[in-house]
Nanobody
Framework: AQFVESGGGLVQPGGSLRLSCTTS????????VGWFRQAPGKEREGVLC????????HYTDSVKGRFTISRDNAKNTVYLQMNSLKSEDTGVYYC?????????????WGQGTQVTVSS
């Protein structure tokens, strides 16, 4: 049982990307899923979380109005839609699964997906 992040890439400032966190071997529907990111030389920080019941938690105000999180349990996938990207959004993005919104102390990080915002 595992999960994988995908969808990262290089995008210009103001552009958009959609990241995916997809599980295999177990149903995503029972879990809260959080997206985290880590910029070079900085600590990992939480971005957004979606609960089992589709509640939304913003870990940081810096993405309000620009990023949204959603889930498709039939596809065992949680999406992070990122619009109006800024250079400071650059980093490796990770998802994390738990029965409540995960914290930075989560122990089972995956490989993540690189997001680079640059002109």
């Amino acid at each position: 049982a595992q999960f994988v992040e995908s969808g990262g890439g290089l995008v210009q400032p103001g552009g958009s990307l959609r990241l995916s966190c997809t599980t295999s071997g177990f149903s995503l529907g029972y879990y809260a899923v959080g997206w985290f990111r880590q910029a070079p030389g900085k600590e990992r920080e939480g971005v957004l979380c979606i609960t089992e019941g589709d509640g939304i938690l913003h870990y940081t105000d810096s993405v309000k109005g620009r990023f949204t999180i959603s889930r498709d349990n039939a596809k065992n996938t949680v999406y992070l839609q990122m619009n109006s990207l800024k250079s400071e959004d650059t980093g490796v993005y990770y998802c994390a699964l738990d029965f409540t919104c995960p914290t930075r102390e989560y122990k089972h990080w995956g490989q993540g997906t690189q997001v680079t915002v640059s002109s």
